[in-house]
T-cell receptor, first 117, second 111 residues
């Protein structure tokens, strides 16, 4: 089956620094990728929708300048948390959509746990 | 997402009992997915439904999507402690090329 990888799986960074998370579709091309954030004991919150070659669409309340998304190729999207603060600590999951004709399938990465100290 | 209502929020059942989790939207659902998760870990894919009236089963878990494609249910028969976890429904709502999740249902199964 289709596989989506995320790197790193865990990252600890100091407050004020930036951290980049990569999401790759390993065996298919994904024109659309999604980024989610999960707070403890809560569901996954959609942060933004990333389309290859165009600007990401952010959900209401998500800071574009804080969470930079780049979808430079059909197999790679990156999320950069800029000037990270402890409140940015969270579990981030990406998803890649594989389209086949009029149907699509959604595949999720294993997630990245970010801790900002 | 407020677009996708999931109920109940939590559920405690005795081992061997049946249970149902619901996922509802006021808009048409294009591709309804059910996942299981432990908080802070990856998602385990359970089932995907696309057609109105569709029903799928795997082992003791059955998922249904209603004819209007606005409501789905996940039914577990003869629950076991291994079924415990967080169940999430997710869908492309209104065909806007966005994929949202329901609020999740925490299931505990008492032996």
């Amino acid at each position: 089956g289709a596989v989506v990888s995320q790197h790193p799986s865990r990252v600890i960074c100091k407050s004020g620094t930036s951290v980049k998370i990569e999401c790759r579709s390993l065996d298919f091309q994904a024109t659309t990728m999604f980024w989610y954030r999960q707070f403890p004991k809560q569901s996954l919150m959609l942060m933004a929708t990333s389309n290859e070659g165009s600007k990401a669409t952010y959900e209401q309340g998500v800071e574009k300048d804080k969470f930079l998304i780049n979808h430079a190729s059909l197999t790679l999207s990156t999320l950069t948390v800029t000037s990270a603060h402890p409140e940015d600590s969270s579990f981030y999951i990406c998803s890649a959509r594989r389209v086949e004709g009029e149907a699509y399938e959604q595949y999720f990465g294993p997630g990245t746990r970010l801790t900002v100290t | 997402s407020q677009e996708l209502e999931q109920s109940p929020q939590s559920l405690i059942v005795q081992e061997g009992k049946n249970l149902t989790i619901n996922c509802t939207s006021s808009k048409t659902l294009y591709g309804l997915y059910w996942y299981k998760q432990k908080y802070g870990e990856g998602l385990i894919f359970l089932m995907m439904l696309q057609k109105g009236g569709e029903e799928k089963s795997h082992e003791k878990i059955t998922a249904k999507l209603d004819e209007k494609k606005q409501q789905s249910s996940l039914h577990i028969t003869a629950s076991q402690p291994s079924h415990a976890g967080i169940y999430l429904c997710g869908a492309d709502i209104g065909n806007f090329n966005k994929f949202y999740f329901g609020s999740g249902t925490k299931l505990n199964v008492k032996p």
